[in-house]
């Protein structure tokens, strides 16, 4: 069985940062094998894609809305995949998930359904 453990949101302030982080384990899962991927969903809304990055950080994949703003980033060496988000805005406000791709090493698509273990999420508000 795969989890993924997420952490690092929070309260903030329109235009401030946060670094979220999401830690990737199981007894049959080398997490360096696998594409990550962070999604967020804010009530009433869709799941959504925000950034994914290839197995070896390679390439890396942005929604529009996040490019120039947050930055996803890997350690393999901590089976750790981190996203930082600058300029943040009210609208950034949503539970943020990470998940693994479900293949192993491949580029991954944006969508959600192609992605599993997810965690539970971390939530991250944003005041105005």
């Known amino acids: 069985q795969v989890q993924m453990v997420e952490s690092g949101g929070g309260l903030v302030q329109a235009g401030g940062s946060l670094r979220l982080s999401c830690i990737g384990f199981?007894?049959?899962?080398?997490?360096?094998?696998?594409?990550m991927g962070w999604f967020r969903q804010a009530p009433g809304k869709e799941r959504e894609f925000v950034a994914a990055?290839?197995?070896?950080?390679?390439?890396?994949a942005y929604a529009d809305s996040m490019k120039g703003r947050f930055t996803i980033s890997r350690d393999n060496a901590k089976n750790t995949v981190y996203l930082q988000m600058n300029s943040l805005k009210p609208e950034d406000t949503a539970v943020y998930y990470c998940?693994?791709?479900?293949?192993?090493?491949?580029?991954?698509?944006?969508?959600?359904?192609?992605?599993?273990?997810w965690g539970q999420g971390t939530q991250v508000t944003v005041s105005a």
């Open positions: 998940a693994n791709y479900k293949l192993p090493r491949v580029v991954p698509t944006r969508e959600a359904a192609d992605f599993r273990s």
């Open positions: 199981g007894r049959t899962f080398t997490f360096t094998n696998y594409a």
């Open positions: 990055i290839a197995s070896n950080g390679g390439t890396t």
